[in-house]
């Protein structure tokens, strides 16, 4: 009899204790889902410094939380921070290297440091990259802030490549191949601006 009142207690609290785990995790998630919210109305009126400390305190209730850590990568950009905005971003590389947002903000980071050859490569990853919407036209933005930066640096042959297979890929819009004329010539490449 003792045996089975144990045994019955034991079911009863294993319940309980379930439950309650089961309840903590509900109210976990409801809270990073919160400062979640609150971060992307901050990050998207560009308050920045806001938008960081709700990410981190969402982050504090869901760790890991891959989209978390790109937004508040993103805020930390937006306040300059890129020293910080990078070892997140580097991280989420390692996780997903083909992410484009990650790729791209990696590129910027790079170009903004001088270091053109890393921006080179996370450029190339970030067009060629997976983008969860409108593939296309965020292959062709990465693609023209690429030729930009390789004018910057007065890399023409290598603009020029690039502008040959943005030029492969226009669509029927008059103004893509005015833009696309306009760097040619930057480029020095009259035949193809023609």
């Not at 580097?90 to 947002?101: K, S, T, V, Y």
């Not at 669509?171 to 193809?192: E, I, V």
């Amino acid at each position: 009899v003792t045996l089975a009142l144990l045994t019955g207690l034991a079911i009863i609290l294993f319940a309980v204790v379930t439950g309650l785990s089961s309840l903590y995790h509900q109210q976990q998630e409801s809270l990073a889902n919160r400062w979640s919210t609150r971060g992307t109305d901050d990050l998207n009126a560009k308050r920045y410094e806001a938008a960081v400390v709700d990410y981190r305190t969402a982050l504090l209730y869901a760790r890991d939380n891959y989209t978390y850590e790109l937004n508040l990568a993103e805020a930390l950009v937006g306040e300059h921070r890129t020293d910080e905005a990078y070892a997140y971003l580097i991280n989420l590389w390692d996780r997903q290297p083909e992410n484009g947002l990650v790729n791209l903000e990696l590129a910027r980071i790079e170009a903004a440091r001088g270091r053109t050859d890393r921006a080179l490569r996370y450029y190339h990853d970030a067009i060629y990259a997976i983008w969860p919407e409108n593939q296309e036209a965020e292959s062709r933005n990465a693609r023209l802030e690429l030729i930009s930066l390789l004018l910057q640096t007065d890399d023409k042959a290598q603009a020029d490549s690039e502008l040959i297979a943005l030029a492969a890929n226009l669509g029927d819009h008059p103004s893509d191949h005015t833009q696309a004329g306009q760097l040619f010539l930057q480029a020095q490449d009259t035949q193809r601006a023609l």
